[in-house]
């Protein structure tokens, strides 16, 4: 006899912890869920690899088209132009002077006191005229 209360059922005796009917085939029907998982997963893991590879080749005939290149390639290209440029020197490269430094020509008449004058205040102005 069980030790359920009166009017309950099997299934609320499972619920409350009583003892569950095992099932023999447990262990093997777990398994073989478990490898459909895994042979399901793979699938889907094929058929993305492969969606992307036709993705790929339409880029591809996109960059020949058009003459672009990938990424890497322009990454890869510029690294050896350094390395080539780099190849007989015996220093570190020097880095490129970004644009506007240096363009501009130095006025040869203003000196930097005329320069740090034009911002001071009208009165400061007039003491250091003087």
Same mark, same amino acid.
């Given at each position: ?8 059922? &099997? ?10 009917? &095992? ?6 029907? =777990? ?22 590879? =036709? ?14 290149? &990938? /990424? ?10 350094? =390395? ?9 490269? /020097? ?22 004058? /034009? ?9 250091? /005229? &003087?």
């Amino acid at each position: 006899m069980s030790l359920l209360p009166p009017g309950a059922t &099997k299934d609320m005796g499972k619920m409350l912890g009583g003892d569950e009917e &095992k099932d023999p085939d447990a262990a093997k029907k =777990e398994e073989e869920r478990q490898e459909a998982l895994r042979q399901e997963e793979e699938e889907r893991k094929a058929k993305y690899a492969k969606m992307e590879a =036709e993705r790929e080749a339409m880029r591809q005939g996109i960059r020949d088209k058009y003459g672009i290149k &990938k /990424k890497e390639e322009r990454e890869a290209e510029a690294q050896a132009a350094m =390395e080539a440029n780099a190849e007989g020197s015996l220093t570190r490269p /020097k880095k490129a002077v970004p644009p506007g430094c240096g363009d501009e020509p130095e006025d040869e008449d203003q000196s930097i006191l005329d320069t740090v004058m /034009k911002y001071l205040p009208g009165p400061l102005q007039d003491m250091f /005229k &003087k």
